[in-house]
């Protein structure tokens, strides 16, 4: 694929004439496509271009602009397969995982479209008879979300399509290691007839200075920790611009003492090892019971050792390659920590060798237990990938008080027989997504 930024209704080049390569991690000779490294100058044309198309976009009724997204998801139904082979191939998820973004994708866009002819806002009492108090949805302006690799379909569109419908526009700044997807986005925008400049895709490393535009009024954002922490210093110097940032998660499942232990090591492989443990809510501690220990221990680490791991086309590998050189040397540096930290490796995890593996950036998990440590880096450290940390717990105080040690609240899971303990975990444990 030779991509292009979209901006202003037309595929363009970048500014600068440099490129950069998308590949398949899991057959790094394989580049699957070549985009533009978009520079300060392509930000400023795309701003403008959502500048000029905002005030015409924000007039237009909702219910009219919900209609070009009956368009746009009609066209994504039709390529779904399609999309899907190609998540896969870009990021390294699953197959299955990769239809799974897809259609995640599409049920945001329905549900947009779904909620054009749904009237809202709110008329409240006013304490002077002679006035009315209401609140409505009124748009902010240019929005720039910023997106991850890991669910290159379903995040972009998780934030474009609530925004563009409520009458923002918006200029998506996807990962370099997904471009390719991005492009694919832009393309199915464009064939759904989106005016120009309501929809914009600028590759390559200029979300530096999207998020430093006096004229982006929001910036969205889901990615790491420091970058998103960065986003939010900057933006708090203006006045009149707002940031949401999803920063990552060191995020536990909690398994009690009366736990289904089948329902509760199925849980623990699918949340630890799907997506290769680069999910944002995957769970990279295990607070476990000391009553069951033992038992869950033994199934986990032994339907791990049997999981495969290989080609994320074959529907019958579990799990595929971790994205990137510099994502095997990370995860490689908190498997070598973890040890040094004194814990009980059960499972001693790696980069994998031999034929099926030289030509792509595949590690096996890293399963260890370790006691709760305010002090030890790799239990508050998240570090996105097959590493998984087991700690045991007495009761109930110290599994809350253990899954609450953690500069992170994404998610959090809880594997229980008993009600009473379920709602301890949602009223006492600090996180975002329950489950």
């Not at 790094?28 to 930000?43: A, C, H, Q």
């Not at 995040?155 to 409520?166: A, D, H, N, Q």
């Not at 623990?268 to 680069?278: E, P, R, Y």
Request: charged letters at 25%; proline letters at 5%.
């Amino acid at each position: 694929m030779e991509g292009k930024n979209y901006i202003n209704g037309a595929f363009v080049n970048g500014a600068s004439g440099e490129r950069f390569e998308s590949r398949n991690p899991a057959n790094f000779d394989e580049v699957l496509g070549t985009f533009p490294l978009s520079s300060e100058k392509d930000v400023n044309t795309a701003v403008h271009a959502a500048q000029e198309a905002y005030d015409g976009w924000r007039r237009l009724s909702r219910i009219k602009r919900g209609e070009y997204f009956d368009e746009f998801v009609q066209l994504l139904k039709k390529d779904r397969e399609e999309i899907s082979q190609l998540v896969t191939k870009e990021c390294g998820k699953g197959i299955v995982e990769g239809r799974a973004d897809v259609t995640e994708g599409i049920h945001m866009v329905q549900y947009v479209f779904g909620t054009v002819r749904m009237p809202h806002g709110d008329v409240v009492d006013s304490e002077i008879p002679e006035k009315d108090a209401f609140m409505r949805r009124k748009p902010k302006g240019v929005v720039a979300p910023i997106t991850p690799w890991n669910f290159p379909f379903a995040i972009p569109l998780w934030l474009i399509c609530p925004s563009v419908v409520e009458g923002n526009t918006v200029i998506l700044k996807p990962s370099r290691e997904t471009a390719c997807t991005a492009n694919k986005i832009a393309e199915y925008a464009h064939k759904a007839g989106f005016p120009p400049g309501v929809i914009n895709v600028l590759h390559g490393g200029c979300g530096d200075f999207l998020v430093k535009h006096p004229d982006t009024h929001m910036v969205l954002f889901v990615g790491s920790n420091d970058v998103g922490s960065e986003i939010k210093k900057i933006v708090a110097g203006f006045h009149d611009k707002m940031c949401a940032c999803e920063m990552g998660g060191k995020n536990a499942l909690i398994v009690l003492d009366d736990a289904n232990l089948d329902i509760a090591v199925n849980a623990a492989i699918i949340s630890a090892f799907k997506t290769s443990g680069q999910r944002c809510t995957s769970a990279s501690r295990f607070i476990v019971h000391e009553k069951v220990l033992s038992e869950f221990e033994k199934r986990f680490v032994g339907i791990t050792k049997r999981m495969r791991i290989g080609n994320p086309l074959d529907e019958d590998v579990f799990m595929g390659p971790v994205i990137n050189q510099s994502a095997t040397e990370k995860i490689a540096r908190y498997n070598d920590l973890a040890k040094k930290e004194g814990a009980t490796v059960l499972l001693d995890g790696g980069r994998l060798t031999g034929e099926h593996y030289k030509k792509g950036y595949f590690m096996s998990p890293f399963v260890y237990r370790m006691e709760t440590n305010p002090k030890s880096r790799v239990l508050h450290e998240e570090v996105f990938g097959p590493h998984v940390a087991i700690i045991p717990v007495k009761d109930i105080d110290e599994a809350v008080e253990v899954h609450n040690d953690t500069d992170y609240g994404l998610s959090c899971a809880v594997i229980t027989e008993d009600f009473r303990k379920a709602r301890r975990i949602r009223d006492d444990c600090e996180y975002g997504l329950g489950y």
